[in-house]
């Protein structure tokens, strides 16, 4: 049986085969398809998630054979955890030492994840200091029609700074193309981009994506962070409402009307209701198409229409 990603060797004991074949299958309806077996030593492994970049190492597990054969596993970018056993325990001992093992293995994954993310903000703050002030001329600014601001470039990538309780913790990097990729480890949970000077009593927007930010920004003149996607939202409104109490939040949120559920609409919602917020989406015309989600495309297609 092929076993990859520092797998060991295939173990004579059939109990214990099948035991991580069934624990396999548990990440399997997680992750999808997976063409190796899980090592069941009670150690903290790193894996490739299928649905990742290719080359990351994102998934993690730990598999104990001994006992209830049991395990967690999960995604440090999903933020996903998951327990696993191989059946319900029988008794108040066999509970309590399931127990004993997910808090175990939570305690080592906290520490390995706090060794991930110092390294990943070390690193964002060489890579800050030792870049340049960012190029106007860049295709993505370009593109979305805006200017650099604070931004910084390191060769053909923009670097956006992602800040926790006043630190760099991480960057953003874009590409020419827009593709963008955060600092492996790094920090992003609770992290903003911030744009203009937050002051307590005056309006500060939250929106997702940096672009969306700098076209806020530009339009109103007030300051922004930048939560850089639906899923930070939340998180980012909490902590600005907790550091800012007296300032008027307003959520700037995304409307992804192609996608099912929209996340953008719904992630905004959720958090401008969790704090008090208010909350603002992108005033369609009726002739404008249903592929615009945020307002950087509004401002940009009024823009263009408006030459036309």
């Known amino acids: 049986m092929n076993r990859k990603n520092g797998a ?4 004579a004991s059939v109990g214990l085969e099948k035991v991580e074949i069934a624990f396999r299958n548990a990440l399997q309806e997680a992750f999808g398809r997976l063409d190796w077996l899980p090592r069941a030593d009670g150690e903290i492994h790193r894996f490739h998630v299928p649905s990742d970049r290719a080359g990351s190492m994102n998934g993690w597990y730990v598999l104990y054979p001994d006992g209830i054969a049991s395990g967690c596993f999960g995604s440090w970018k999903a933020g996903s955890s998951h327990t696993w056993s191989i059946r319900e325990p029988a008794s108040p001992l066999e509970a309590e ?36 002030r960012a190029d106007p001329a860049h ?50 949970k609770g992290c903003y981009s911030p744009l203009g000077c937050i002051e307590p009593g005056q309006k500060l927007y939250i ?29 980012v409104t909490q902590a600005l409402r907790a550091k800012y109490p007296a300032t008027d939040l307003v959520i700037a949120g995304d409307d992804d009307r ?16 969790a704090v008090g917020a208010l909350v603002t989406f992108p005033a369609w015309t009726v002739d404008a198409p249903e592929t615009l989600t945020d307002f950087n495309d509004l401002a940009n297609w009024e823009a263009a229409h408006e030459l036309a």
């Not at 930010?213 to 962070?225: F, N």
């Open 8 to 11: 060991s060797a295939p173990t």
């Open 97 to 132: 030492q399931m127990r004993q093992r997910i808090e175990q293995t939570r305690r080592q994954r906290e520490a390995e994840q706090q060794q991930r993310q110092q390294a990943a903000a070390e690193r964002a703050s060489r890579l800050w200091r030792d870049a340049r």
């Open 139 to 188: 295709p993505y600014l370009v593109a979305k029609q805006v200017r650099p601001h604070a931004l910084r470039q390191r060769g053909s990538e923009l670097l956006v700074p992602l800040y926790h309780a006043g630190r760099l913790v991480n960057l953003q990097r874009i590409g020419p193309d827009g593709k963008k990729r955060f600092l492996p480890g790094g920090q992003v």
């Open 207 to 235: 929106c997702e994506g940096w672009a969306t930010g700098a076209t806020l920004h530009q339009h109103s003149g007030c300051a922004v962070a930048c939560a850089m996607n639906a899923g930070n939202l939340l998180s």
């Open 258 to 273: 192609q996608t099912e559920g929209n996340p953008g609409r719904t992630a905004a919602m959720a958090a401008a209701v």
